[in-house]
């Protein structure tokens, strides 16, 4: 399957999550919806400061695609933002990256199992 395949059919398809993307964690897009223009800084952002420096996060948000999103949780194995009716979850993998914005009428609950999910299927094969 395409990296694009699992951003289309895994996260999207599911009408849970609205937006989404998978980088890899050397850095670059892997597979993004239509749309969704992730700038080279906040995906430096992603890719090198979320999951090391989570008090830098906590501090100044999560921008993606222009749009700001209140820190909630930064750790190790998951950031979660939030921003009115929007939110997003940002999951590390073994090599990437998977980043799912959900909004209204979608539930946190359920996107955060369809990014979830997806990042321990590909852990579980080595991504």
Known sequence: ??????????LLATGKISRAAILGKQGGIWAVSKGYTL?????????????TKPDEVRANGITLAGFKFMTIKAEPDEAIGR???????IVPTKQAIL???????????DANIVVTGLADYLKSVGY
């Open 1 to 10: 399957m395409s990296w694009q395949a699992y951003v289309d059919d895994q």
């Open 39 to 51: 700038a080279q800084k906040e995906q430096d952002v992603i890719v090198k400061t979320l999951f």
């Open 83 to 89: 921003k009115g009716e929007r939110g997003v979850f």
């Open 99 to 109: 980043v799912g914005e959900y909004e209204a009428p979608a539930q946190a609950g």
